[in-house]
T-cell receptor
Framework: GENVEQHPSTLSVQEGDSAVIKCTYS??????FPWYKQELGKGPQLIID?????GEKKDQRIAVTLNKTAKHFSLHITETQPEDSAVYFC??????????FGAGTTVTVRA | DAGVIQSPRHEVTEMGQEVTLRCKPI?????LFWYRQTMMRGLELLIY????????DSGMPEDRFSAKMPNASFSTLKIQPSEPRDSAVYFC?????????FGPGTRLTVT
């Protein structure tokens, strides 16, 4: 099955700086890569996703890049704000339903 | 839209008791997922329904776990008998196209 590795496990950034989280996947057939944000006591919330036919996607301060050759994808958050503090999960899927999740990155934005 | 609704939000029970978790998916979504989240194992898919039919239950840990979806607006996950190692946060998610939307979760504690 698919194996997704996520780094780093924790990330502390100064407010206004950028944050980058990286994930690698094992199954070259994976074609859908969502990112989720989970705040304390809440369920994961989809923040951005990318499909294998696209190399980069941006939504305001959030961007995701995908390198299919190297089998890795990254989440970039620019101009970080305190409300960006949360746990972020990457995931990959090679079919129409099963998501394999990374272990998560705890992001702390220091004011 | 109210999003995915789960109940109860918290459940504390004694070992050996039956536990039933409930989920109401987003109206119009035809796919429903049950996940379990623990510190040790992260987010794990337990079972996936499409059009009320269980498609993939390979993640269900053992016979003590069962899930049903009697109609498009309701699903249950039952644990009988419960054990301390079942303590976790259980999430329900629903999907219309590609994106999975998670509920707020049920925090289960088995003493």
């Amino acid at each position: 099955g698919e194996n997704v590795e996520q780094h780093p496990s924790t990330l502390s950034v100064q407010e206004g700086d950028s944050a980058v989280i990286k994930c690698t996947y094992s199954d070259s057939a994976s074609n859908y890569f969502p990112w989720y944000k989970q705040e304390l006591g809440k369920g994961p919330q989809l923040i951005i996703d990318i499909r294998s036919n696209v190399g980069e996607k941006k939504d305001q301060r959030i961007a995701v890049t995908l390198n299919k050759t190297a089998k890795h994808f990254s989440l970039h958050i620019t101009e970080t704000q305190p409300e960006d503090s949360a746990v972020y999960f990457c995931a990959a899927s090679d079919n129409d339903y099963k998501l394999s999740f990374g272990a998560g990155t705890t992001v702390t934005v220091r004011a | 839209d109210a999003g995915v609704i789960q109940s109860p939000r918290h459940e504390v029970t004694e070992m050996g008791q039956e536990v039933t978790l409930r989920c109401k998916p987003i109206s119009g979504h035809n796919s429903l997922f049950w996940y379990r989240q623990t510190m040790m194992r992260g987010l794990e898919l337990l079972i996936y329904f499409n059009n009320n039919v269980p498609i993939d239950d390979s993640g269900m840990p053992e016979d003590r776990f069962s899930a049903k979806m009697p109609n498009a607006s309701f699903s249950t996950l039952k644990i009988q008998p419960s054990e301390p190692r079942d303590s976790a946060v259980y999430f329900c998610a629903s999907r219309g196209s590609y994106e999975q939307y998670f509920g707020p979760g049920t925090r289960l504690t088995v003493t």
